[in-house]
C-alpha cells in the first residue's frame, strides 16, 4: 500500500489543490490531503470548515482520504506509514521555501520523500490568498473555486 500525504492549510481548498489531487491519487494507493492544526497564520476558515470544505470536494474521490493533524508533519507521515509527501509547486517563487521545507523534513524524517507535482497551467496564479482578497472585495471566483466553496466564501462575506 503506498500512501501519501498532501498537507496545508486549505483556506479554503482551490481548484488548483483539486487538480493536485487528481494527479496524486493517480501515482498512490491512498492520498491523506492532511490539514494542519497549528497554522501561525490567522485562517479565515476554521478547522472544521476546511475539513468540511475538503470533505464534500476531493473527500468524494475513492482512495483520497481528509485528515486533520498536529504538531510536525513527519510525525503524521510516520504515524500514517507514509511513503510520501505531496506539494504543489505552481511557479519558480514557491521553490525557495519548498525547497527549505523538503530538506528540512528530509533531515527530520530520511525515510518520507516530497514530491513535487504541477497544478494545470491555468491554476499557476491561483492561491487560497488571491481567492479570499477577491471575494472579499466583492469580485468573482467561480473560476478559481469549487462550487460549494463560492456558497462559503458568499456566507463569510455576507453577501
Ligand atoms: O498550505 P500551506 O500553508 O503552504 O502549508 C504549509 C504546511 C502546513 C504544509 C507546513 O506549514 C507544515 O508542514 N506544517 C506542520 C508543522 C511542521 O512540520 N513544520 C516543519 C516544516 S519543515
Known amino acids: 500500500m503506498k500512501r501519501a500525504i498532501y498537507p496545508g492549510s486549505f483556506d479554503p481548498v482551490t481548484n488548483g489543490h483539486c487538480d493536485v489531487v487528481e494527479r496524486a491519487r493517480k501515482l498512490f494507493d491512498e492520498v491523506i490531503v492532511a490539514v494542519a492544526h497549528n497554522d501561525e497564520k490567522q485562517p479565515l476558515f476554521s478547522l472544521e470548515e476546511r475539513l468540511d470544505l475538503l470533505k464534500q470536494t476531493v473527500g468524494r474521490i475513492d482512495n483520497v ?3 486533520q493533524f498536529d504538531g510536525l508533519l513527519v510525525e503524521f507521515a510516520r ?12 511557479a519558480v517563487s514557491d521553490f525557495e521555501f519548498e525547497f527549505q521545507m523538503a530538506l528540512m523534513n528530509r ?53
Open 65 to 67: 482520504r481528509i485528515a
Open 107 to 159: 533531515k527530520l524524517e530520511g525515510s518520507v520523500e516530497t514530491i513535487f507535482l504541477m497544478p494545470k497551467e491555468e491554476y499557476t496564479y491561483l492561491s487560497s490568498r488571491l481567492v479570499k482578497e477577491i471575494a472579499r472585495l466583492g469580485g468573482d471566483v467561480s473560476e478559481f473555486v469549487p462550487g460549494i466553496v463560492i456558497v462559503a466564501l458568499d456566507k463569510k462575506f455576507k453577501r
Open 79 to 90: 504515524t500514517e506509514k507514509a511513503a510520501a509527501v505531496i506539494r504543489g509547486l505552481r
